[in-house]
């Protein structure tokens, strides 16, 4: 759908927001039917509704239950814009079950040792702190999903927007 309005519009350089904000604009200038406008609109909408499934998150083999929530709220909102109700749902959150936070906190890193040993440490130094700091955060994440794995498993589901799951790629 994109490469499509984008030949007809005129491909843009950059990232998909300025692409879809570049395809917009000149659907605005360019168009002189109400009706064409209309459609490329819808169009570009759809692209940018596709493209917020993110495939890091929902190419997984199961979904959580929040995931599936969140997908089926995205589409809700997405579609049904025309009562004040639907504007109301659109913004009012809707908890799918009770919230239980789960919080750890990963060991400090000892910043001022480095930095005192070396004055002239630089890029580096706080490159591998940096890399330091996100393996300590992915361990505990990794180990907190793992602890709370047997609440949160029951409820997965088999993925039906998982690319090979024999459903079409979207974009």
Not at 5 to 20: H, N, V
Not at 35 to 58: H, K, N, S
Not at 94 to 119: K, Q, Y
């Amino acid at each position: 759908m994109l490469a499509r309005l984008e030949q007809r519009y005129g491909a843009s350089d950059g990232g998909f927001a300025r692409r879809t904000h570049a395809l917009r604009r000149a659907i605005r200038e360019r168009t002189e039917s109400p009706e064409q406008r209309r459609r490329d609109r819808t169009a570009v909408l759809e692209i940018d509704r596709l493209f917020a499934f993110d495939p890091e998150i929902y190419g997984t083999p199961t979904l959580t239950q929040e995931r599936m929530a969140e997908s089926l709220k995205r589409v809700r909102t997405g579609l049904l814009t025309q009562t004040a109700g639907d504007k109301l749902h659109a913004l009012i959150p809707v908890a799918v079950a009770p919230r239980i936070a789960h919080i750890r906190a990963p060991s400090p890193l000892a910043v001022h040792e480095v930095f005192t040993a070396d004055e002239r440490a630089g890029e580096s130094v706080r490159e591998r702190l940096l890399d330091d700091l996100h393996a300590r955060m992915q361990r505990m994440l990794d180990d907190l999903n793992r602890e709370i794995a047997p609440a949160v498993d029951p409820f997965r589901r088999p993925n039906p927007l998982r690319v090979g799951a024999g459903v079409a790629t979207p974009v």
